[in-house]
């Protein structure tokens, strides 16, 4: 199937209410083009070169997400136009992207990314030390940020009970944080692949999926 076939298919299936990420990490330029000609204008990417890179030679109405781990040296490339930063994991990182927001002039909406998964994973931030923060309270003072809502990776497993309890998690904790935040927090991006009918099950509002649309990912190039 064409890239073109794969992403109707996938749009079609979904709910109205859940958005979809096309995640072209490693794909090349003319695979967004195709997915675009075919109404797609939500593109996720992990890394922050690439990402500009792509943003300078694509149309202007596309909205970049990035879902991958972010240093904060890199902030800078993505800064003047990422649409949704998916993968705030720690305090250091949303100070550096309010910084440099404010540099652009601009306020960058994000996501908490929350480790779940129960296998050990370098991302995401530990529930216990997330609310600590939010209760400490200084990020309130974070004018160019707006915290959107939260995300996950779930356990890479076969076993579908598993990948569940993570889902269900994080909905847990989305309903927990939610006392911080006002009605803008209301994005839960879960769901990948091989899980995202699962995570929709769940409540996933935002699903990311690259393979299912433009195929396998070939990392060495
Ligand atoms: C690569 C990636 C995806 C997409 O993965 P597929 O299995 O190809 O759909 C989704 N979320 C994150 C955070 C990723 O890094």
Same mark, same amino acid.
């Given at each position: 199937m ?5 992403l109707?298919?996938?749009?079609g299936?979904?709910p109205?209410?859940v ?34 890179d ?11 997400h ?6 904060t040296?890199k ?11 998916h993968?705030?994991d ?7 992207i309010?910084h440099?927001a ?6 960058? *909406?994000?996501? !908490?990314? #929350? ?6 994973s370098?991302? $995401?931030?530990? &529930?216990a030390?997330l =609310? ?11 004018k160019?940020v707006r ?15 598993r ?9 847990e904790?989305?309903a ?8 803008n927090?209301?994005?839960?991006s879960?769901?990948?692949?091989? *899980?995202?009918? !699962?995570a #929709? ?7 990311r999926? $690259?393979?299912? &649309?433009?195929?396998e =990912?070939?990392?060495?190039k």
């Amino acid at each position: 199937m064409s890239i073109t076939d794969n992403l109707l298919k996938i749009k079609g299936s979904l709910p109205k209410n859940v958005t979809l990420v096309a995640v072209s990490k490693t794909h090349p330029t003319e695979a967004v083009a195709k997915a675009y000609a075919a109404g797609q204008r939500i593109f996720g990417e992990s890394r922050p070169q690439e990402m500009r890179d792509k943003y300078t030679s694509l149309p202007k109405d596309i909205e970049w997400h990035m879902i991958g781990h972010l240093q904060t040296n890199k902030v800078k490339y993505i800064a003047p136009f990422v649409a949704l930063v998916h993968s705030i994991d720690s305090q250091r990182l949303l100070e550096c992207i309010n910084h440099e927001a404010a540099k652009n002039s601009r306020v960058i *909406d994000i996501l !908490l990314e #929350i480790h779940v998964a129960e296998e050990i994973s370098k991302t $995401g931030w530990d &529930i216990a030390e997330l =609310r600590a923060y939010l209760e400490e309270g200084s990020w309130r003072e974070l004018k160019n940020v707006r915290i959107r809502g939260v995300m996950s990776i779930a356990t890479n497993t076969d076993d579908e009970s598993r990948v569940r309890g993570d889902f269900e998690r994080l909905m847990e904790y989305r309903a927990q944080l939610a006392e911080y935040f006002d009605e803008n927090f209301n994005i839960v991006s879960m769901g990948m692949s091989d *899980d995202y009918e !699962l995570a #929709i099950a769940c409540g996933s509002t935002m699903v990311r999926i $690259g393979s299912k &649309i433009f195929g396998e =990912r070939d990392y060495s190039k």
